[in-house]
């Protein structure tokens, strides 16, 4: 690091790294290859792709990029980040861009942007039995959002769940919850959102 | 050989047949699988984009019982989700001091502690590919799976991120296909092998995920396959319970049953089909199962079978004389 890089003050791709564990400040040395573009399986759904976002953060267009959809179509599926020829832990990156997003409050209210809220429906089922269950999540995700596909689901794929004795209606709650609420309780404390 | 176990919640009904049948599986290979007991989620692959410090304190309570509860080093996970994380979270931790001063005082508040790298986070197919071993998997095979078309189907979080390192290939591993080869069934080339099914991308963006399940759906009915093994209930559920909507929503007509790949383990072993939950898959696996044989397959025909070597084609010099 030069002193330029350190007594600037932080500018959008810091603050993304900072927020990163892993290998992270990798990000600077980019190349702009675009192979995390081309490994990507849903890059065709992104309004930018992967390699244009970079692009963008080292440009400093924070808007548009916490305003993207890209971290939200990202799957986790890990391929840029092994063919990455400067390791970039990418997928690490969008998880950040996503609490990024969320903390800034930028998410679109459209049908695409159902994603944070599904994050949203876990984690409070997690937080509140120590355990989740897919379909559950799934059902009142739908149901606290999208009642009309709820409905969809039920009686569709819902309904050959339920038959094939693979859906739960309540979940499992742990023994020591109060425990489990402490610990996210101070751990939210320590580094609330993003 | 002791393990502990973190089954994690699809296992506890979705996935019931991945964690019986691996139960199953377990006891002829002489593996004792210790639950953690009160083991929590792992948050999957949603809690870690709303919070960091939660997401990571929510793992490592589990590290933090399991390093507690059991005298082996070992923790196996048998879904793809549940092993990524606590090997990321168990990684990251020792990577990165600020995090782990962070969530250290986050276990505090609950009373636990845990000592990054205590634990050794394994995959199930790790376990039986690397621990257990070939050798001992084929010791076992009473009922070969003769002329069964499997279609290996690795997903995502197994062999890849390798920056942590992998026991297989992060882009072609090869483990669960001997394992199926030691089992005795016909092992397909699955190019797709290691694309990902879409993930939780069926409640955001369905037609992204339809058109991931469609080309995985695609690709191992080209080959031919009978079924596709997989290792993951979210790939199990993703590939299953979805194969309905894609063909609606493409035309198409798939019907491909998806099983895990223990449970064709627990069916060439010969042992009690009610503990393998077959049946509880949405698209049945019986027409498939029943294309089992006694007899080998033949080898194949190769292409220089009855025909002769004649090798390079070579000038050929004119006789003296």
Redesign the interface.
Known sequence: MTDTLTSRPPTLIDKIIAETPGKASNLYACLQCGTCSGSCPSGPDMDHSPRTIFAMIDSGLEDQVLMSNTPWYCVSCYYCMVRCPQEIPITDIMYTLKRMAIEAGYFREVDQDKAPEFSETFMDLVENNGRSFELGVVMRHHLRYHPLSAVKLATGMGLKMITKGRMDFTPTKIKNLPQLKAILKKAKELGGAA | MKYGYYPG??M?????SYHTSTMAVAKPLGIEFIEVD????C????????????A???VS?NLALAADQNDSENLVAPCSACFLNLKKVDH?LQ??TE?KE??D????????SYEPGTINVQHLLETLSVDIGLDAIKAQVKKPLYNLRVAPYYG??VP????MGSFDD??HPTSMDKILEVLGATVIDYPLKA??C????T???E??ALE?IRRLLKNAQDSEADMIATLC??CQ?NLD??Q??VNAHFGTKFKIPIVYFTQLMGLAFDLPENELGF????VSAKPALAKITEQAPKPKRTRERGKKNVGLPMPIMAEEG
């Open positions: 919640c699809s506890e009904k979705n996935a019931r009160d083991w929590n989620c948050g999957a692959t949603e809690y870690i984009a709303i919070n960091k410090i939660p990571y304190a929510l309570r990251y990577e990165n995090l962070k969530v005082i986050a276990l505090d508040a609950g009373g636990l995502c979080l890849r991120p390798a920056t992060p882009e694309q990902c879409g993930g939780h991308m409640q955001i963006s037609n992204t991931l209930p979210m559920l319970a979805y309905d909507a049946g509880k898959e949405i």
